[in-house]
């Protein structure tokens, strides 16, 4: 167990919709990182976060955003969902800002299936 | 741009048959390079991170190397439980913080 929580485990939804991904890091992180995995692309990084500050963003879409709370836990929203949407989202997280080396450790990730 | 390309896609192993796993990367200013371990339906889990040409890190049955072009997962009598995706990541000095992940080769172990 990574200590990092991620709900829901899975989630189906339809084309059009808005859905809301949650992260609870692990005790004591102050960075949490979105990642999507998808079949034919592998792990693509999407945002992260630091003490509730936006630290570095990836490969979003404008119809995705996120967000870190002042408990640090954090929240991926994805509207007007395409079926291309549909993949594995992974939370992950890390104690500094993304310093060399720093690890990140992964959820068991969220399902989405888009209709 | 940050590439990693592993190779190969998919490996199939006896059990006790010792292989390598090949992870090779193309980055502005190499920070670190992580390889991690992926069970199906999990997140990733760390293994090792290297930082610096000929550089070795040894857990168990793995040993992970580091050339400046490819780093090498050395596979040493693996087990059934050693199957698994093996995602290899670079961080490079761009500016961003993120680990950027090849596709990972797909390993398993035959009893």
């Known amino acids: 167990d990574s200590g990092v929580t991620q709900t829901p485990k899975h989630l189906i939804t339809a084309t059009g919709q808005r859905v809301t991904l949650r992260c609870s890091p692990r005790?004591?992180?102050?960075?949490v990182y979105w990642y999507q995995q998808s079949l034919d692309q592998g792990l693509q990084f999407l945002i992260q976060y630091y003490n509730g500050e936006e630290r570095a963003k990836g490969n979003i879409l404008e119809r995705f955003s996120a967000q870190q709370f002042p408990d640090l836990h954090s929240e991926l929203n994805l509207s007007s969902l395409e079926l291309g949407d549909s993949a594995l989202y992974f939370c992950a997280s890390s104690d500094g800002p993304g310093g060399v080396g720093e690890k990140l450790f992964f959820g068991s990730g969220t399902q989405l299936s888009v209709l | 741009e940050d590439q990693v390309t592993q190779s190969p896609e998919a490996l199939r192993l006896q059990e006790g048959e010792s292989s390598s796993l090949n992870c090779s990367y193309t980055?502005?200013?190499?920070?670190?390079l992580f390889w991690y371990r992926q069970d199906p339906g999990k997140g990733p889990e760390f293994l090792f991170t290297l930082y610096s040409a000929g550089e070795e890190k040894e857990k168990e049955r793995l040993k992970a190397t580091l050339t400046k072009k490819e780093s090498f997962l050395h596979i040493t009598a693996p087990k059934p439980e050693d199957s698994a995706t093996y995602l290899c990541a670079v961080q490079s000095s761009t500016g961003a913080n993120n680990l950027f992940f090849g596709t990972g080769t797909r390993l398993t172990v035959i009893p």
């Open positions: 980055v502005s200013g190499l920070r670190g």
């Open positions: 005790s004591g992180d102050l960075s």
